[in-house]
């Protein structure tokens, strides 16, 4: 059985907290206001919209952006942010000039990555290489915040039938905007029934009368945008997951647990379904049980060269897991205090890997790969961030700030002198 540890509290929650105490404001759970996101009349306080076109056009569908994820970010990215904000997921342009990192710090990560590239010269001698931006996330389209098309890829790499266009990739690609589906007190998920009483995102289950949203508001079964032109609907639920109310903040000291639980790869290869079969080109095992050994690994693993780490104490946001295939809210709740790493059942996940939005690594990486090493060492043997003149190949082009930054403010000294990449947290080759 599961044994939980309590984390230490954050000194100030960063979200907005309702009378309940449970994070969540304008969309709780379901569809929120229409006029969050749409404009009946062409106008927003009073003023005509899109002034600088002659005329003074609103986005499609009535959107109060350009285009859907421009609408989204109206919202979710503020332009003079000083750190991790609450629910944003992307920082201004204007906020994160050369040499310094996006600011927020979410579990999904900051799509702001998407717009740092990086170059170094290894070694003496060596060609230029590149880290380009594009490489670091989802690459929505949003115009209005100089979001573009990913040019490297024409659709979701590793599709299983019909590939989703990249060209159309927006957040309500994945997010539903009118948030219909729901958790019933069955456990079940549906798109219509009970009405939705709030959020399912932070622990609140559904009771004999009403329901929860699913997982921030993501689409499940037969979820496919009315403005998508090709691509498939989905064929799997949305994710049963819980995430504490402080999500978006620094772990410099403690971690910032997320409980993932039932489906959450299975939601991923709604599009990149090839990435989990036996016939795919890109196959790791997702959706599998751990198994006692690796998860023994898992536990045992603090660094490298060592392996004195107990199951109590193991957990690390760098590299999460699933929970049992639960879809008990009330289960997955409590572990979102916990720093208890797995047990054998526990699932190996896409996001175990993988940040949802976007981080500071390629491939949208919780850690560098591009590298052997996460760490240096200074003078005295200690572990530092790697600096981009002193250590070009390992900084990769990146300031120690930046660096620090993409491992959501951890110090060095959570890691060992030239500690190498965190697929050892389950393999353990180092």
Not at 55 to 71: I, K, M, N, R, V
Not at 197 to 208: F, L, Q, T
Request: with cysteine.
């Amino acid at each position: 059985m599961k044994r939980f540890k309590t984390l230490p509290v954050t000194a100030a929650a960063l979200l907005v907290l309702g009378a309940t105490g449970t994070g969540w404001a304008f969309h709780s759970g379901g569809v929120a206001e229409c006029e969050g996101c749409h404009t009946m009349h062409n106008s927003l306080g009073g003023q005509q919209m899109n002034t600088a076109t002659a005329q003074f056009t609103t986005g499609p569908y009535l959107l109060q952006g350009t285009d859907q994820s421009s609408s989204c970010l109206n919202c979710h990215q503020h332009a003079g942010d000083t750190g991790p904000s609450s629910y944003h997921i992307s920082t201004a342009e204007s906020d994160m000039p050369v040499g310094s990192p996006p600011l927020q710090l979410t579990p999904g990560g900051d799509f702001g990555w998407l717009k740092k590239t990086y170059s170094w010269v290894p070694r003496a001698g060596a060609a230029t290489e590149w880290s380009h931006g594009e490489r670091k996330g989802h690459n929505i389209v949003a115009a209005d915040y100089n979001y573009v098309v990913d040019s490297t890829i024409t659709a979701a790499p590793g599709s299983m039938n019909t590939p989703y266009p990249a060209n159309q990739f927006s957040c309500i690609s994945c997010h539903d905007p009118h948030g219909t589906y729901r958790i019933t007190s069955l456990g079940v998920q549906a798109k219509t029934g009970k009405p939705i009483r709030s959020s399912g995102s932070y622990g609140a289950v559904p009771d004999a009368t009403t329901a929860v949203g699913v997982y921030r508001l993501l689409g499940g079964a037969g979820y496919k945008p009315k403005s998508l032109s090709g691509g498939d609907a989905f064929m799997f639920a949305a994710p049963y997951a819980v995430a504490p109310n402080s999500y978006n903040r620094s772990e410099a000291t403690s971690d910032t647990r997320v409980a993932y639980g039932r489906s959450m790869s299975l939601w991923c290869a709604n599009c990149h379904g090839q990435m989990h079969t036996t016939f795919g080109t890109l196959v790791h095992p997702a959706d599998q049980n751990l198994g006692p050994f690796v998860a023994q690994i898992y536990n045992s693993y603090k660094k490298s060269g060592n392996l004195t780490g107990v199951v109590d104490t193991s957990f690390s946001s760098l590299v999460p897991f699933q929970s049992d295939n639960t879809h008990d809210l009330n289960a997955l709740k409590a572990q979102t205090t916990s720093t208890a790493g797995p047990i054998s059942t526990d699932r190996v996940m896409c996001l175990s890997c993988h940040r949802a939005h976007a981080s500071g690594f390629d491939s949208m990486m919780r850690y560098g790969l591009g590298n052997e090493f996460m760490t240096v060492a200074d003078a005295s043997g200690n572990p530092v961030w790697p600096d981009p003149v002193t250590n070009a190949a390992q900084a990769q082009g990146r300031t120690v700030a930046e660096t620090q930054q993409a491992y959501y403010g951890r110090p060095p000294t959570n890691f060992a002198p030239y500690q190498r990449v965190l697929c050892n947290k389950c393999h353990a080759k180092d």
